[in-house]
C-alpha cells in the first residue's frame, strides 16, 4: 500500500529509526496541525506528522513508545461522527488506518490522554517537535508539554528536533522522486507563465497563468507563495504582492514552487520582459549564471552551506569589481545580501541541519545580483541532490542559458 506516493512500510521505518535513536524509556508526541474552523485557510499536515504517518487528517496525535525491547505506535484520532459527516466527509474506520497505515493501535481521542499517563508513568524522557517561529505564540506541544509537567515531574521533556531533522535530511529514493516529479510540474508551470509575459499585463496574471500550469499538471499546492518580480520589484528579495504592471525591456524574475505529495521544488528563473535581455541585463544574468555552475561544481560531502556561500560572495564579488559596479569585491553586500543554499524537502526551507552535506541531501543553489539603480534583479535557482561523489542538478530541464530563454519569446 501507498500513501502519497510512498509505501506505508517506509513510514514505518522513519518511526522504528526514530526510536532507535531516542533513550530507552522514552516517549515522543507529534500533534497533527489545527484546521481552520471557517475554511479560511487551506489546511495542510504538518510536516513531521505527515513525514511520520502520511496521515492527513486534522485532531490527530502520534504516540512513539519505547521501553526496552517494547515499542509501540499509537494513532488519537477523532472517529467519524455522523452528523459532522453531512458537513466535512466521512472520517475513515480505525481498522482501516491501522491496516493501511501501520501503526500498531488506532484509539479514539477520548482516550488518548489516559493512555498518554499510562505509559509516562514507565518513561523518563518525553519528547516534543516545539515550532519555534515565533516563540510569542505559545504553541499545542508547549501547553500539552506544561501540563504534563505538572502532573509528571520527574520526566524529562526534551526537544526531538536534532534527531528527526537527522532523519528527513536524508532522503530516499521514494522521496527524491516526488521532489523530481515536483520540479518537472513547476518546471511546465514555468512554460506555460512564459506566454503571458508582456510589458502591460500584471504580474499576478503571469502567477495565475503559472499556478494553472500547476494544478493542471496534479500539484493541488504552491510550496511557497509564487514571487513573479518585474521591473524594480525584481530587486526585492521575497516580493510577493505581484500586482504590478510589467515594464518594457525589463527583467522578471519568478521564485516560485509547485508541491507534490508534500514535497517541495523550489526555482528562480529571470526572463526579459520584452522578449531579449539588453545589455546590461545580460552582462548582470551571465555573471550569475556562471557563479551558479561555478558553485554548483563545488557542491559534494563534506562541503558546508557556509562554504558555499563564502565562494559564492567571492565570485560574485569579481564579476561585479569587473563590471565597475563596485571598486572593491569586498564591497558586494550592497547587490548580493541572502545565502546561497537552503535544504529542501517537505518543506521548502526544509527543517535545519548544521554540519557538512552528505549523500542524501537536497539543497538549492540560488545566487543572485539586485541592482536597484538599474532596476535589475536576477536569481537563478537550481534543485541539487547530493550524490556520494558530487551532486545532481535534479532541474537541469528547466532552461535558464540565454538563448534558450529568448528562444522562447
Ligand atoms: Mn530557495
Redesign the pocket.
Known sequence: MKILGIPSNEYKKRRDNLLRKLPDRSIVIFLSNINSQSNLTPYRQDSNFIYMTGFKLDKSSLLLIKNGKFTKSILATEENDPKLELWIGKRPDFNDIKRDYLFDDVVPNTKFKEMLYFYLRHSDNLYFYFPNEDIKILGQECVLAKELKDKFPYVSINSVSKYISSLRRTKSKNEIDLMKKAISITNKGIRNAIKHIKPGVYEYQVQAALEYGFRHNNSKNNAFISIIASGINSTTLHYSENNSKIPENSVILF?VGSEYNYYAS?I?RTFPTSGKFNKKQKNIYKAVLETQKAVIDKIKPGKTLKELNEFTIKLLGKEMKTMKYIKDVKDIGKYYYHCVS?P?GID??DIFNNGPLKAGDVI?C?PGLYVKEDEIGVRI?DDILITKTGSEVLSSEIIKEINDIENLF
Open positions: 521564485d523550489d528562480s537552503h529542501i521548502v526551507h538549492s540560488e535557482e
